[in-house]
């Protein structure tokens, strides 16, 4: 606007030093053809000025959308560059930062921890310099009271000095033990804060670190009832493993949490290293938060039967059965304690019921087919054993060429025709 004023200006100079200049050299004329003239030279100027004013009008306009143009590109560019970097930097910042937090967090645990000793033992010095001081002014009080009370006493006789020194004494104590229960307690709360601060990164790793074990746990150990079809000494080696990691970090970390379903999966990799008594203090940990557990009671019991503890085997499969009455492995697991202690009438009705629940459960036939065996009743045992062998019968044949209690019948046609020899 102020470029178009200064234009206007300089035109109306001009359009007025060239009307001068042709009114010197024309010849005068009347004064009323000079009025007319005059009127019509300002007419031609003020259309000459709107002229030009619209000119520049238009040339700022262009100027400035051809600007407006241009800065709006820029924005728009500068924009996009802007959108893009709001959308990286906040992963590049969480990367470094995840990076970084573990380095700089066991810096910080170590740093704060014994930065804590330091102050610790600082505010203990501290406080034993101020109570010996303290004691050492209190003394020099209460010697100077006793010495006036002295004086006092052997002024009127009336004081007892003895009752004196006792009230002193135990004002002093009583004001003693109020400010050492006071700094005490000061010290205690920042020290508990700190504490837990530090404790709440530690066990969070630990947990990490625990559900990370667990799930391996998950993946190696097999059920309880495979157990008996397991060989793998490299998968048992690993569960050894795990199981001791699982124990440094509980150690380290007493406050660590266990679920009832991490005491489960230990008692079971216990179970599977042939650590019997540690699996069934894990199962017992299970039973104590959840008493109706039905597979820490039968857990227990395949630990039990394992340390040859079968009445107590007997009882945990029991209790099992009470809780899920139409699961076979209860049933199964109870005939097992019962073959064990020679009962083998009431371990068959055991394992009919399992096999009730789950008919294609060869262990169960090969187990009630040993039941008939040992009570010498042959026919019953070759025809449940003929049942498990259809189920599974490579390995069943391998485990009754090599069990001593089929020796009974082993040179008989029937059962060479079982196992395939």
Same mark, same amino acid.
């Given at each position: 606007?102020?470029?178009?004023?200064?234009?206007?200006?300089?035109?109306?100079?001009?359009?007025?030093?060239?009307?001068?200049?042709?009114? *010197?050299?024309?010849?005068?004329?009347?004064?009323? #053809? %000079?009025?007319?003239?005059?009127?019509? &030279?300002?007419?031609?100027?003020?259309?000459?000025?709107?002229?030009?004013?619209?000119?520049?009008? =238009?040339?700022?306009?262009?100027?400035?959308?051809?600007?407006?143009?241009? /800065?709006?590109?820029?924005?728009?560019?500068?924009?996009?560059?802007? @959108?893009?970097?709001?959308?990286?930097?906040?992963?590049?910042?969480?990367?470094?930062?995840?990076?970084?937090?573990?380095?700089? !967090?066991?810096?910080?645990?170590?740093?704060?921890?014994? +930065?804590?000793?330091?102050?610790?033992?600082?505010? +203990?010095?501290?406080?034993?310099?101020?109570?010996?001081?303290?004691?050492?002014?209190?003394?020099?009080?209460?010697?100077?009271?006793?010495?006036?009370?002295?004086?006092?006493?052997?002024?009127?006789?009336?004081?007892?000095?003895?009752?004196?020194?006792?009230?002193?004494?135990?004002?002093?104590? @009583? &004001?003693?033990?109020?400010?050492?229960?006071?700094?005490?307690?000061?010290?205690?709360?920042?020290?508990?804060?700190?504490?837990?601060?530090?404790?709440?990164?530690?066990? =969070?790793?630990? %947990?990490?670190?625990?559900?990370?074990?667990?799930?391996?746990?998950?993946?190696?150990?097999?059920?309880?009832?495979?157990?008996?079809?397991? @060989?793998?000494?490299?998968?048992?080696?690993?569960? &050894?493993?795990?199981?001791? +990691?699982?124990?440094?970090?509980?150690?380290?970390?007493? *406050?660590?949490?266990? /679920?009832?379903?991490?005491?489960?999966?230990?008692?079971?990799?216990?179970?599977?290293?042939?650590?019997?008594?540690?699996?069934?203090?894990?199962?017992?940990?299970?039973?104590?938060?959840?008493? !109706?557990?039905?597979?820490?009671?039968? =857990?227990?019991?395949?630990?039990?039967?394992?340390?040859?503890?079968?009445?107590?085997?007997?009882? =945990?499969?029991?209790?099992?059965?009470?809780?899920?009455?139409? #699961?076979?492995?209860?049933?199964?697991?109870?005939?097992?304690?019962?073959?064990?202690?020679?009962?083998? #009438?009431?371990?068959?009705?055991?394992?009919?019921?399992? !096999?009730?629940?789950?008919? /294609?459960?060869?262990?169960?036939?090969?187990?009630?087919?040993?039941?008939?065996? !040992?009570?010498?009743?042959?026919?019953?045992?070759?025809?449940?054993?003929?049942?498990?062998?259809?189920?599974?019968?490579?390995?069943?044949? &391998?485990?009754?060429?090599?069990?001593?209690?089929?020796?009974?019948?082993?040179?008989?046609?029937?059962?060479?025709?079982?196992?395939?020899?």
């Amino acid at each position: 606007m102020k470029i178009k004023n200064q234009v206007t200006l300089t035109l109306l100079v001009i359009i007025t030093f060239i009307s001068t200049a042709s009114a *010197q050299t024309r010849p005068a004329t009347s004064s009323v #053809d %000079q009025r007319i003239k005059q009127l019509e &030279q300002l007419q031609r100027e003020k259309e000459i000025k709107d002229f030009i004013e619209q000119e520049i009008e =238009s040339e700022i306009d262009r100027s400035v959308g051809e600007r407006f143009e241009r /800065t709006t590109g820029l924005l728009d560019a500068n924009l996009t560059v802007l @959108n893009f970097w709001l959308i990286v930097a906040p992963v590049l910042v969480t990367i470094a930062f995840i990076f970084f937090r573990q380095m700089i !967090l066991k810096e910080w645990v170590s740093h704060t921890k014994k +930065q804590l000793e330091e102050e610790l033992q600082a505010k +203990q010095d501290y406080i034993k310099i101020e109570l010996q001081n303290y004691l050492d002014r209190k003394n020099k009080e209460i010697k100077k009271i006793i010495i006036e009370e002295e004086h006092e006493m052997y002024k009127d006789m009336k004081i007892n000095l003895d009752e004196i020194e006792q009230q002193l004494r135990k004002q002093l104590t @009583n &004001q003693l033990e109020v400010i050492f229960k006071d700094v005490k307690e000061h010290i205690q709360e920042k020290v508990e804060n700190i504490e837990e601060s530090i404790l709440e990164d530690i066990l =969070s790793d630990a %947990q990490i670190k625990k559900a990370n074990i667990f799930q391996q746990l998950s993946i190696l150990t097999p059920s309880l009832w495979k157990i008996p079809d397991t @060989n793998q000494p490299d998968i048992q080696h690993k569960i &050894q493993l795990l199981t001791k +990691q699982l124990e440094e970090l509980k150690a380290k970390n007493p *406050q660590l949490f266990f /679920t009832v379903d991490d005491y489960l999966k230990q008692g079971d990799a216990l179970f599977f290293e042939g650590r019997y008594e540690d699996a069934i203090v894990s199962y017992d940990k299970v039973i104590k938060k959840q008493p !109706l557990c039905y597979l820490a009671w039968a =857990s227990r019991g395949w630990a039990l039967r394992r340390l040859a503890r079968y009445e107590e085997a007997l009882q =945990s499969y029991e209790k099992a059965i009470d809780i899920k009455p139409k #699961d076979n492995l209860g049933w199964y697991g109870k005939a097992n304690a019962l073959r064990e202690l020679q009962r083998y #009438d009431e371990a068959i009705v055991a394992y009919d019921q399992s !096999l009730n629940f789950n008919p /294609t459960f060869e262990w169960a036939w090969y187990r009630k087919a040993r039941c008939y065996l !040992l009570k010498g009743d042959i026919n019953q045992a070759l025809e449940n054993f003929a049942e498990a062998i259809k189920l599974n019968p490579d390995k069943l044949c &391998q485990i009754a060429k090599n069990d001593g209690d089929w020796d009974v019948i082993r040179d008989s046609d029937r059962f060479k025709k079982l196992i395939g020899q």
